[in-house]
């Protein structure tokens, strides 16, 4: 997996916390903070599609309808940014699964 150097501010307050967390239960702060980004992507990525199907539904073409194919025989639908989207509708890093795991 390819990896980059990602720096912010951060209140000093929270720095303190997460270090102690980090030292305490023996993780990386860059671990605990990529879990925390790849479960906000995971929820923003679901919450995207949803508001997007909800909008075609209101859209101005009434003949327009849903369709959801049968994704039981074919493999998760996968994003640009190496996401996976489970037959639930969980998007999950694809860097992360083994395909097995969704066939």
């Known amino acids: 997996m390819e990896k980059i150097l990602f720096n912010w501010m ?3 307050k ?4 997460l270090d102690r967390i980090s030292k305490t ?9 990529n879990r925390l980004s790849n ?7 679901k919450q995207i599609e949803e508001d997007e199907e909800l909008l075609s539904r ?9 369709r959801k194919n049968n994704t039981k025989d074919r493999k998760p639908e996968t994003t ?3 996401y996976l989207k489970g037959d639930d509708g ?12 969704f066939i």
């Open 25 to 33: 239960r023996g993780i990386t702060k860059s671990s605990i903070l």
């Open 14 to 17: 929270t720095k303190y916390l």
């Open 39 to 45: 479960k906000f992507i995971s929820e923003e990525l």
């Open 58 to 66: 209101f859209s101005d073409s009434p003949s327009k309808t849903v």
């Open 80 to 82: 640009a940014s190496g």
């Open 10 to 12: 951060m209140p000093v």
């Open 90 to 101: 969980t998007w999950y890093l694809a860097s992360e699964y083994e395909e097995e795991e």
